[in-house]
C-alpha cells in the first residue's frame, strides 16, 4: 500500500528554520515506522539524519514523536497509526539535523541522581544475598533504556528545562529501593531540591510515553513520599 | 575538515559490555578515554537477553571443569583449551563482582542469584542440562550494559560519544593512536594513544536476517584487516535457531532453557530424532541445521514451508510473564502473537561471530599466525578471538567472555602503558582518512553506486550462498559476487555533502567493513574442507581432525584473500565425536 509521510526536516547547513517534507511510500502494514525512515534515506534523500540501532525497542535511540506522541521508531507498526504519519524530533532539546536532537542536558540530569549502587560495606566474597521480594521493589524501573520519550513528553520540563526530568527519578528509584544501596538519604536530598520531583505535576505523559511499560508516574510518586521521611 | 588533537594514554573503541569492562580496569592508572559511535547504553550487549554463565553451583552441584568440558565440546573441538580454562575459572569471580557493581540479578528463595538451563551446558560431562546460567529475567545483557555503564559514570570515566574511529595509526609495528569523526559536527579528530583496545562487537549485518543492531559492521576487525592484520576463524558465523520469522529479532535460548520446544508443520518435536539425550537445548549449530533440515525436507510450516514452531504454551502464563517478559513482548509487538496461547513462528537468524581479531589470552592482538604481538592493540569482546568458541560459542559464553577478556584488555593496557613512553602523532596524521572523506564527498551521486544497493546485495547473496549449509559451488560463486561488489565499491557515492550528521557517509564506510567481514568468511569457508561446528559443508560434511584441527588466519592481499593456519591448542579433552 501507499502511505504519506510528513517528517519535519532541519539541516542547521542550510535552513534558517524547520519546515515539512511529504513523502508517498510503498509500505506494508507490518512494517516499522523506522522502515519507512529507513526507506526515505536509503531510497530517496540519504541526508535524513535519524538515530537507530537495535531496531527492536531495546536500545533507545529512535524515540521521536509521531502523530503527536512519542514513541520509538523501531517499536510501532504502520497498521498502528493513522495516515499520514507526522514524524518530527522530540520536544524539549535543542535540535541538531531532522530527528536527532542533543542528548546531553538529559544525560547530565541523569548522572546528577548519582545512577550508581553506593554500598561502602565489605561484600564478600560471594553475592551479597537479597530475597526475590526485596529484588521485586525495584524490578520495573531497572528496564529503563534512557531513550528520553519520557521527558521529553512532560510539560514541565518543556517549561523549566532545569527540571532532573522523569527519566533520572526513575534512575534515582532503581538505587533508592534496592535492598544493597546505602545512599537514598543523598539522592534523596538532591530530588528535594526546586528541580527535583516536587515539580512533577503528575500528568501522566511520561507513563504512557515508555516504551519499557515502566510505571513512571507511580516511580516518581514513590520517590516523593520516600523523600518525605528524610529529614 | 577541521582537526582536533587530542593526547591520551590509552584509548578504547567500542563501550558495549567488553570496552566498559576494559575502561573499569584501566581507567584508574592512565589518562583514558573511551571512543564509542553509539552512546553507551544504546550498545548492542543491551540486547542479549539470557543470560551469563558460571559454575556458581546455586541449584545444583556444578564445578568449573564442567563448564570447561561443555565449552571445549560446544566448540567441536577448535577452542583453545587453555583460554577456555581462564575462561570458566573467572566466571565464578565476574559474576560476584557484577552483583558487588549492583547488577540487579534474579533471585532464588534463598536470596542467591538464580541460574537456569541453556543450550549444551551440562553437569558432569553431558549427564544432564545444568542449570548454570546466571540471569536477570530475560534482559541480562541489559543489565551488565547498564551496570557497567554506571560503574564507568561513578569513577568519572572520559567518553567520547557519538565519535566514530576510522582509522588507526601504526608506526614501524607500534600503535600511536587512532582517528576518528565526530558524527555531529563532521569534526576529524586526532587521538595519541599508545594502547589501543577495539572493542566494537559483532559483524551480523553482513546477513539479511541477523538478530544484530543495524551499527554491528565490523569496524574493529575491518580497520585492522585494512592494516595487515589477520583475522582468524572468520569461517564460524553462528546462526541462532530461533529468530522471529523474517524479522530475525532474537528470541533466547532461555525460552527452550524454561521448557520450550521446538515443532515441525506437523507439531512433532523434532529435535528428539536430532539430539535424543538433550533435544531442544542442544548446542545452536545443531537445532539450526535440524531446522535447516526440516525446512528443506518439506516439514517446514506456512504457505511457504519456511519456518518451524517455538511452543511455549505449555509453560504457563506466570512463567512467561516472570521468566521470558522481553522476548514475548517482542512476538506481541512485532507479529501481533499471544506466546501463551499459540507458538511462534521462527527461522535461524545471523547472530555471532565466533572468528574476529586474534589475540591471546591477555587480549594482545597478533599480526600472524605465529603469535608474534602488535604492541599496544588490544582488542576483547565480539570482536576479538581468543579463541574461546571455536567454531560454535554456547549460548551464555559470550557475555562472559567480554567481562573476562575485558578486564583482561584493560590490565593489559595498564601494563604497556607503565613500561612505555607517551607517543606523538604530527597534525597531519589524518590526512589519509581526510582524503578518503573528501573523495566520497565530491563524487556526484548516483543511485547504482549507492551504499544501500550494494549492501542490500550483499546481504542477499552472502543470505543465500554462505549461510548455514554451503558447498564449493555456492562459495566460489560468492566469490565472484563479492568481487563484483567490491569493483562496484570503489565508485561508491552518497548525496549527503554536509558535515552535521552526515550518517550516509558513515553507512558509506562501514561498507567496506562489511564487504572485509564477507571476503574473509567466504574465503576461510572454500578453504575448510570440513564441516566443524557452525561451518557445514554438504561436500565434506565430515569434521576432519587430521587435516583440520586448526585455526585460520585470513590476510588481506590485494583485493583478495590469503589464508594461514596455527594448530588449535589442547588440553584436558582429546576430540572425540560430538553427540548429545
Ligand atoms: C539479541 C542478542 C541476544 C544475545 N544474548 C546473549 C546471551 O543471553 N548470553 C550471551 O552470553 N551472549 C548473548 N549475545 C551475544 C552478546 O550479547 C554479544 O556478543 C556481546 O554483548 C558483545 O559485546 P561487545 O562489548 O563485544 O560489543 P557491543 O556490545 O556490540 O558493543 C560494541 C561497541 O563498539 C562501538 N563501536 C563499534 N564500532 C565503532 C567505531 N568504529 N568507533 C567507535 N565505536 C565503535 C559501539 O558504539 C558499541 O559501543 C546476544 C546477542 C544478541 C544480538
Ligand atoms: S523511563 Fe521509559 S521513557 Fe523514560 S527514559 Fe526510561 S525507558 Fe525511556
Ligand atoms: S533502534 Fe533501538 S530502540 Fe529503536
Known amino acids: 500500500m501507499d502511505v504519506k509521510v510528513n517528517i519535519l526536516r532541519y539541516n542547521p547547513e542550510t535552513d534558517r528554520k524547520g519546515h515539512w517534507e511529504e513523502y508517498i511510500l510503498e509500505a506494508d502494514p507490518d512494517e516499522r515506522i523506522l522502515d519507512l525512515l529507513h526507506k526515505v534515506k536509503w531510497f530517496d534523500d540519504g541526508s535524513l539524519a535519524f538515530r537507530r540501532s537495535c531496531a527492536h525497542g531495546v536500545c533507545g535511540s529512535d524515540a521521536m514523536v509521531v502523530n503527536g506522541e512519542n514513541m520509538l521508531a523501531c517499536q510501532v507498526l504502520v497498521k498502528e497509526v493513522s495516515t499520514p504519519i507526522k514524524i518530527e524530533p522530540i520536544r524539549g532539546l535543542p535540535v541538531i539535523k531532522d530527528l536527532v536532537v542533543n542528548m546531553d542536558s538529559f544525560f547530565d540530569s541523569y548522572k546528577k541522581v548519582m545512577p550508581y549502587l553506593i554500598n561502602d560495606g565489605e561484600p564478600g566474597e560471594r553475592e551479597r544475598l537479597q530475597s526475590p521480594e526485596d529484588r521485586d521493589r525495584f524490578e520495573d524501573t531497572t528496564k529503563c533504556i534512557l531513550c528520553a520519550a519520557c521527558t521529553t513528553s512532560c510539560p514541565v520540563f518543556w517549561t523549566a528545562d532545569t527540571y532532573v526530568g522523569p527519566a533520572a527519578i526513575v534512575n534515582a528509584h532503581r538505587f533508592v529501593f534496592d535492598s544493597r544501596d546505602n545512599a537514598s538519604k543523598q539522592r534523596l536530598e538532591i530530588l528535594k531540591d526546586v528541580d527535583g520531583a516536587f515539580r512533577c505535576r503528575t500528568a501522566f505523559n511520561c507513563t504512557s510515553a515508555c516504551p519499557r511499560g515502566i510505571q513512571v508516574t507511580k516511580a516518581i510518586e514513590d520517590v516523593k513520599r520516600e523523600t518525605l521521611t528524610i529529614n | ?580
Open chain 2, 1 to 580: 575538515m577541521k582537526v582536533i588533537k587530542h593526547s591520551f594514554d590509552g584509548v578504547i573503541v567500542g563501550a558495549g559490555g567488553a570496552g566498559l569492562r576494559a575502561a573499569i580496569e584501566a581507567a584508574p592508572h592512565m589518562k583514558l578515554a573511551v571512543i564509542t559511535k553509539l552512546y553507551p547504553t544504546r550498545s548492542h550487549t543491551g540486547a542479549a537477553q539470557g543470560g551469563m554463565s558460571a559454575a556458581l553451583a546455586n541449584v545444583e552441584e556444578d564445578n568449573w571443569n564442567w563448564h570447561a568440558f561443555d565449552t571445549v565440546k560446544g566448540s567441536d573441538y577448535l577452542a583453545d583449551q587453555p583460554a577456555v580454562d581462564i575462561l570458566c575459572k573467572e566466571a565464578i569471580d565476574s559474576v560476584v563482582e557484577l552483583e558487588h557493581w549492583g547488577l540487579p540479578f534474579s533471585r532464588l528463595e534463598n536470596g542467591k542469584i538464580a541460574q537456569r538451563r541453556f543450550g549444551g551446558h551440562t553437569v558432569k560431562e553431558g549427564e544432564a542440562p545444568a542449570f548454570r546460567a546466571c540471569y536477570a529475567a530475560d534482559r541480562t545483557g541489559h543489565m551488565i550494559l547498564q551496570t557497567l555503564y554506571q560503574k564507568c559514570v561513578s569513577m568519572g570515566v572520559t567518553f567520547f560519544d557519538e565519535f566514530q574511529v576510522l582509522d588507526i595509526k601504526i608506526d614501524d609495528g607500534v600503535c600511536k593512536g587512532v582517528i576518528a569523526y565526530e558524527v555531529a559536527t563532521g569534526d576529524i579528530h586526532i587521538f595519541e594513544a599508545r594502547a589501543v583496545t577495539f572493542a566494537t562487537g559483532g559483524f551480523g549485518k553482513i546477513y539479511k536476517v541477523s538478530s544484530n543492531a543495524h551499527s554491528l559492521t565490523g569496524d574493529g576487525p575491518g580497520i585492522l584487516y585494512q592494516k595487515g592484520i589477520p583475522l582468524e576463524d572468520m569461517e564460524f558465523y553462528q546462526f541462532h535457531p530461533t529468530g522471529i520469522y523474517r524479522l530475525g529479532i532474537l528470541l533466547s535460548e532461555a525460552a527452550r532453557g524454561e521448557g520450550g520446544i521446538l515443532r515441525n508443520k506437523d507439531g512433532e518435536r523434532f529435535m528428539e530424532r536430532y539430539a535424543p539425550s538433550i533435544k531442544d537445548l542442544a548446542p545452536r549449530d545443531m537445532v539450526s541445521r535440524a531446522i535447516a533440515t526440516e525446512i528443506s525436507e518439506g516439514n517446514g510450516a506456512g504457505p511457504n514451508n519456511d519456518f518451524v514452531y517455538l511452543d511455549l504454551t505449555h509453560l504457563g502464563a506466570e512463567t512467561i510473564k516472570q521468566k521470558l517478559p522481553d522476548i514475548t513482548d517482542f512476538v506481541r509487538t512485532y507479529v501481533k502473537i499471544e506466546p501463551i496461547n499459540d507458538p511462534i513462528p521462527v527461522q535461524p537468524t545471523a547472530h555471532y561471530a565466533m572468528g574476529g581479531i586474534p589475540t591471546d589470552v591477555n587480549a594482545k592482538v597478533l599480526s600472524d599466525e605465529t603469535g608474534t604481538v602488535l604492541p599496544g592493540v588490544y582488542s576483547a569482546g565480539e570482536s576479538a578471538c581468543v579463541s574461546v568458541h571455536g567454531a560454535n560459542r554456547l549460548g551464555t559464553n559470550s557475555l562472559l567472555d567480554i567481562v573476562v577478556f575485558g578486564k583482561r584488555a584493560g590490565q593489559s593496557m595498564v601494563d604497556y602503558v607503565s613500561s612505555t613512553k607517551p607517543m606523538t602523532l604530527s597534525d597531519n596524521a589524518a590526512e589519509d582518512l581526510t582524503n578518503k572523506i573528501e573523495n566520497l564527498m565530491e563524487k556526484d551521486h548516483s543511485l547504482e553506486f549507492s551504499v544501500p544497493r550494494i549492501r542490500e546485495e550483499l546481504q542477499d547473496t552472502m543470505e543465500e550462498n554462505a549461510k548455514i549449509f554451503r558447498t564449493e559451488e555456492s562459495l566460489e560463486k560468492q566469490t565472484e559476487i563479492l568481487s563484483d561488489l567490491r569493483d562496484r565499491y570503489q565508485n561508491v557515492t552518497i548525496s549527503d555533502k554536509g558535515k552535521v550528521f552526515n550518517t550516509e557517509l558513515l553507512e558509506a564506510i562501514e561498507l567496506e567493513y562489511l564487504l572485509d567481514m564477507s571476503d574473509t568468511t567466504v574465503a576461510s569457508a572454500l578453504h575448510r574442507k570440513e564441516s566443524r561446528g557452525a561451518h557445514s559443508r554438504v561436500d565434506h560434511v565430515e569434521r576432519d581432525d587430521k587435516n583440520w584441527l586448526k585455526h585460520s588466519f585470513a590476510f588481506k592481499n590485494g583485493d583478495s584473500v590469503k589464508l594461514e593456519y596455527k594448530d588449535v591448542e589442547l588440553g584436558n579433552y582429546e576430540p572425540k565425536e560430538r553427540k548429545y
